[in-house]
């Protein structure tokens, strides 16, 4: 089992930044392939950007490539998520979520165990 507790989020003017971090309750943090979704009011959740067990991989959406930074310190049991050029567009509450599928990176929701309960951020303009 494993828990899971985002934190970070908040309200922030476009063009500003903001670091989520999420930490976990488990017994081998490094068996598991992390991800960060999010989801807008009336949208569906969608896959923000996923690193592998020994940070040797990272993937991200288009729209975040170049403005948000992935990364985890298995010592501390714990992911980030570093978002910068913040714009409207990215308001949502963000998740954190675990995938027992180590070796890879997905976007796909399905594939991932294990949820955080979700921290809001706000982007004003």
């Known amino acids: 089992q494993v828990q899971l507790v985002e934190s970070g989020g908040g309200l922030v003017q476009a063009g500003g930044s903001l670091r989520l971090s999420c930490a976990a309750s488990?017994?081998?943090?490094?068996?598991?392939?992390m991800g960060w979704f999010r989801q807008a009011p009336g949208n569906e959740r969608e896959f923000v950007a996923a690193?592998?067990?020994?940070?040797?991989?990272?993937d991200y959406a288009t729209s975040v490539r170049v403005r948000f930074t992935i990364s985890r310190d298995n010592a501390k049991k714990s992911v980030y998520l570093q978002m910068n050029s913040l714009t409207p567009e990215d308001t949502a509450v963000y998740y954190c979520?675990?995938?027992?599928?180590?070796?890879?990176?997905?976007?796909?929701?399905?594939?991932?165990?294990?949820w955080g309960q979700g921290t809001q951020v706000t982007v004003s303009s």
């Open positions: 488990v017994r081998t943090f490094s068996d598991y392939t």
């Open positions: 979520a675990a995938d027992s599928r180590w070796y890879r990176t997905s976007d796909y929701s399905g594939h991932y165990d294990y």
């Open positions: 690193i592998t067990a020994n940070g040797g991989r990272t």
